[in-house]
């Protein structure tokens, strides 16, 4: 018998990630229990500090754009970006979106997800405003859509 052998690496597979937003919001749930709101807004400072450093960096150097097309590749990434709109300026993002994904895909498929998890929304980004000199400002965050609106604006110096 002949030995076959098949050669695959990740990279040859679609990437989707609905269910790591199922996996981060049970992460953030357990810290949420059992040690409380500060807990959770810690762990995503500390996440998205290490994480974002290189788009902080992008947006210190060359304005608002790396932070507009970070935003929209995330959205064509979970194969929704009609549920996208972001109006830009060369001081302000302003980003409008229908509904989240993740949200739609936990309604979906019957998660109720943790209170919690809006918070990844909202420290994530204040925390990418705060490192690349941006002020940041949720406007709308519904928690049973998902639907939310947020602004990013340069600093004056």
């Keep these: ?3 076959r052998v098949m050669e ?18 049970l992460g953030l749930a357990y810290l949420g229990e059992k040690y409380g709101d500060e807990a959770v807004k810690e762990y995503l400072v500390e996440f998205a500090q290490g994480y974002y450093a290189p788009l902080a960096e992008a947006v210190r150097k ?3 754009s790396p932070l507009a097309e970070h935003i929209r590749g ?8 009609e549920v ?3 109006d830009q300026t060369e001081n302000t993002l ?3 979106v229908e509904k989240c994904p993740a ?18 929304t909202r420290t994530v980004n204040g925390t990418i405003a705060k490192m690349a000199g941006l002020d940041y400002v949720q406007k709308v965050s ?10 990013f604006t340069r600093r004056a110096d």
């Design 94 to 96: 302003d980003v409008k």
């Design 142 to 151: 519904d928690e049973a859509d998902g639907h939310s609106e947020y602004r």
């Design 74 to 81: 995330i959205y064509e990434i979970e194969e929704m970006p």
């Design 84 to 86: 996208l709109s972001m």
């Design 62 to 64: 060359e304005g608002l």
């Design 8 to 25: 695959r690496k990740s990279a040859d597979n679609k990437y989707l990630h609905r269910d790591f937003h199922k996996s981060m919001d």
């Design 103 to 120: 949200i739609a895909y936990f309604n979906k498929t019957g998660y109720a997800a943790s209170p919690w998890y809006v918070e990844a």
């Design 1 to 3: 018998m002949t030995k």
